[in-house]
């Protein structure tokens, strides 16, 4: 899947690694804010009560510095659903973002919004 990032964010890094010989592929994205306020992660998880394995969403707040917050976002079942809800909160991200000091308040507008509601399960199959 190639990724169309908003104009304000860029991939700083991508790893992919196979947990087993014959097993499937892993993969791994990082992406930061041109402010640099904010990075998200696409990351491999495991779904909760099973061996099953899934990519989780997560966001963090002022990454490196001593006031870093990690927030799970959300756990998905494959690696391009998790990178398109990573679109989706890097454009509602922006759209909230006016200034360093609204970075807190635009985030938690994103993840509010990428978040199921409580009527759908929280794993996404496919999109």
Same mark, same amino acid.
């Given at each position: ?8 964010w ?18 791994f ?5 041109? *402010? ?7 990351? #491999? &998880?495991?779904? %909760?009560?099973?061996?099953?394995? @899934?990519? /989780? ?23 391009d ?9 890097? *454009? ?7 200034? #360093? &000091?609204?970075a %807190?308040?635009?985030?938690?507008? @994103?993840? /509010? ?10 794993v996404?199959?496919?999109?």
């Amino acid at each position: 899947m190639t990724v169309d990032l908003p104009s304000t964010w860029y991939c700083d890094r991508t790893d992919a690694y196979r947990p087993t010989s014959d097993g499937p592929e892993r993969r791994f994205a990082r992406y930061v804010h041109e *402010s640099g306020d904010v990075s998200l992660r696409v990351a #491999p &998880a495991t779904l %909760e009560g099973t061996e099953r394995p @899934a990519y /989780e969403l997560s966001a963090t707040i002022y990454p490196g510095l001593e006031l870093e917050e990690r927030t799970v976002v959300r756990t998905v079942t494959t690696y391009d659903s998790c990178t398109a809800l990573a679109c989706e909160l890097m *454009s509602l991200f922006d759209g909230r973002y006016e200034t #360093p &000091a609204a970075a %807190e308040d635009a985030l938690e507008y @994103a993840i /509010e919004h990428v978040q199921p509601s409580s009527a759908h399960d929280a794993v996404v199959v496919a999109r």
